[in-house]
């Protein structure tokens, strides 16, 4: 399984998913995440940051890894004291899904509600 990036707007999005084979292809568009902060209705998306890096690709043992280094909007920044998040795309050999996970560092303690990772 291929999953294809394409940047706009200062981040990277998923576009689409396509067998190795070429034969199946999915068209998406992503939020890739969203984070809802404890004791707060309003949410952190993608677009309230900028990526800082190109896609880093790298392999260990078994598995493939792509990492996206995000700083936020000097709102969100303000708003959230969100520094910098880390976005980790990563796959088995041989798997059909990926997986995701997200390190966000904030300037001080700080707690969140949800998580949300498409």
């Given at each position: ?93 041989g798997s ?23």
């Open positions: 399984m291929e999953r294809v990036l394409k940047y706009g707007n200062k981040v990277w999005r998923t576009v689409k998913f396509a067998s190795l084979d070429g034969k199946n292809n999915l068209l998406v568009k992503s939020h890739e995440f969203t984070i809802l902060p404890i004791n707060s209705n309003n949410v952190l998306s993608i677009s309230d940051f900028e990526a800082i890096n190109q896609p880093k690709t790298y392999h260990k043992y078994d598995t493939s890894f792509c990492e996206i280094i995000y700083k936020p909007s000097r709102e969100a920044e303000k708003i959230w004291l969100v520094r910098k998040t880390h976005h980790y795309l990563f796959c088995c050999k059909i899904v990926y997986q995701e996970k997200i390190n966000l560092k904030y300037k001080k303690s700080a707690s969140v509600d949800r998580l949300e990772v498409e």
